[in-house]
């Protein structure tokens, strides 16, 4: 498998505009992870998705950040506007539960590296 | 709600000696935990994880750990570090179905010569 795929890798845009951050899932997995991490907070998870279904976004700073899944291979997390102190790297990470085993392993892309001026 | 604690901001170990790194825990019922490595400009990958049982566990590169619950601790531990093994270090700890993580701020590893 390639792995959680993220794009873009790095973003520079000036404030105001809105950003798109996309990642794409390791096929079959049923959870996918949006965190940010910054030097001051650490990694933050932001939202989390079941099956396509958002389960938790009380992560996401504010109105001005959405995400969405459309179907069980991409995801998006949108920035508008956006602003300087959105800047960070995000991570997309994907899980497998398997009431089985229960590994409970995130999977972690590398990462989005935004720079809002 | 659950926390982790890792005191140390940088480690510096002279590669070949033996290295711990410490992560503290603070979750009401029986934790998921677990240590992610993230080398620079990449994302985390999974060291171990701890669900049951055996308190000690292993993982991939020769790491270790152990949980330890009077102490609410899962230290991290390796018995001779290689200049490869500098990168950031997370404890991560689980919620009930373990999907959610709640990390620690992470522990710099640096390798001296």
């Known amino acids: 498998d390639a792995g959680v795929i993220q794009s873009p890798r790095h973003e520079v845009t000036e404030m105001g505009q809105e950003v798109t951050l996309r990642c794409k899932p390791i096929?079959?997995?049923?959870?996918l992870f949006w965190y940010r991490q910054t030097m001051m907070r650490g990694l933050e998870l932001l939202i989390y998705?079941?099956?396509?279904?958002?389960?938790?976004d009380s992560g996401m700073p504010e109105d001005r950040f959405s995400a969405k899944m459309p179907n069980a291979s991409f995801s998006t997390l949108k920035i508008q506007p956006s602003e300087p102190r959105d800047s960070a790297v995000y991570f997309c990470?994907?899980?497998?539960?398997?009431?089985?085993?229960?590994?409970?392993?995130?999977?972690f892309g590398e990462g989005s590296r935004l720079t809002v001026l | 709600a659950q926390s982790v604690t890792q005191p140390d901001i940088h480690i510096t170990v002279s590669e070949g000696a033996s290295l711990e790194l410490r992560c503290n825990y603070s979750?009401?019922?029986?934790?998921?935990l677990f240590w992610y490595v993230q080398s620079p400009g990449q994302g985390l990958q999974l060291l171990l994880k701890?669900?049951?049982?055996?308190?000690l566990v292993q993982g991939i590169k020769g790491f270790e750990a152990e949980f330890k619950r009077s102490q609410s601790s899962f230290n991290l531990r390796k018995p001779s570090v290689h200049w490869s093994d500098a990168a950031e270090y997370f404890c991560?700890?689980?919620?009930?179905?373990?999907?959610?993580?709640?990390f620690g701020t992470g522990t710099r590893l640096l390798v001296s010569p």
């Open positions: 990470a994907s899980s497998l539960t398997d009431t089985f085993s229960n590994t409970g392993e995130l999977f």
């Open positions: 096929s079959g997995h049923d959870y």
């Open positions: 998705f079941n099956n396509n279904v958002p389960i938790d």
């Open positions: 979750y009401g019922a029986t934790p998921y």
């Open positions: 701890y669900f049951s049982g055996d308190t």
């Open positions: 991560a700890v689980g919620s009930t179905g373990f999907q959610k993580l709640v």
